[in-house]
């Protein structure tokens, strides 16, 4: 993803300190496995970690650099500040790219969710008693607009060929996936091959557990939509009250322009920390 150039800078810079503490990395490791990222867990941290201390760096720099080039007075506190601004942009970064390959595998997620839901849909429409499970697993791997089901169908129809147990060829599946949509269909396949339930019941089950969940999520999203919206309105008043205070309190030239400064650095800080704690 980096290239090999930058792969080789940074695992010299911090390839041992990052297998010291890949331990505490293994949610990443697995989310890269599935993901089209084709580097492992080492290799991608001390990616990002490069690439955002080169980012803070140049930032910096260019920051002195402005500083200098509009004449502004330039002390220990206003260096200070460049650090503190580059230094939370360098964060930011470091931070959309450690979850850039959740995001790819939440995308991924999505669709398969989706092709899921079409293909039990399809099933349901159907209503044929004769299927059988591989009946099922043909359906999902011919089905049009279905992409990664198509892969996974035709893999698990080639293993089951292969060994004559499609029974324990699902349950490794089941273990392997990343989609809960996918995990909970194959489970009641599985019901259905040990006959403690049939596919039409499995079928019309799965669509109204779907239905329900969709509500849940959209409330969920509504609530944090709402709370979101409450918090910004805070803050916007917050920032009116101190504005206005500039204007009623006598202050120096200088104390105003910290407070501002404070101000315009502070809460953009504040918004970004808030959308993502209340979209994760």
């Known amino acids: 993803m980096f290239g090999k150039v930058i792969t080789k800078i940074s695992s010299y810079f911090f390839k041992d300190i990052v297998q010291k503490l890949e331990y505490r990395f293994k949610d990443l490791s697995l989310v890269l496995e599935h993901t089209s990222i084709n580097e492992d867990v080492v290799s991608y941290l001390s990616n990002i970690l490069f690439i955002s201390l080169c980012f803070t760096l140049v930032l910096e720099f260019f920051l002195i650099f402005l ?26 970064v470091f931070l959309i790219l450690y979850k850039f390959p959740y995001y790819l595998l939440d995308s991924k997620k999505k669709e398969l969710n989706l092709e899921v839901e079409r293909s039990v849909k399809h099933l349901s429409v159907l209503k044929d008693e004769k299927l059988t499970i591989k009946d099922v697993l043909v359906i999902l791997q011919n089905l049009e607009g279905n992409k990664i089901l198509t892969i996974e169908a035709t893999r698990l129809l080639t293993l089951s060929n292969l060994n004559n147990n499609l029974r324990d060829t699902l349950l490794s599946a089941i273990n392997k996936t990343y989609s809960e949509a996918e995990k909970n269909f ?15 019941n499995v079928v019309m089950d799965y669509l109204g557990s779907l239905e329900q969940s969709k509500k849940e999520i959209n409330e969920q999203k509504k609530s944090r939509i709402n709370l979101l919206f409450q918090v910004n309105v805070f803050l916007f008043f917050l920032i009116i009250i101190l504005i206005v205070g500039l204007f009623l309190v006598p202050l120096s030239q200088e104390s105003i322009k910290g407070i501002i400064l404070f101000i315009s650095i502070v809460f953009p800080i504040i918004e970004f920390i808030l959308i993502v704690v209340l979209y994760k």
């Open 186 to 200: 194959f489970f009641k396949l599985v019901d259905v091959i040990d006959k403690k339930d049939t596919l039409s």
């Open 67 to 92: 500083m200098l080039k509009l004449n502004i007075f330039f002390n220990f506190f206003s260096f200070i500040v460049t650090i503190f601004v580059s230094g939370t942009f360098g964060v930011m």
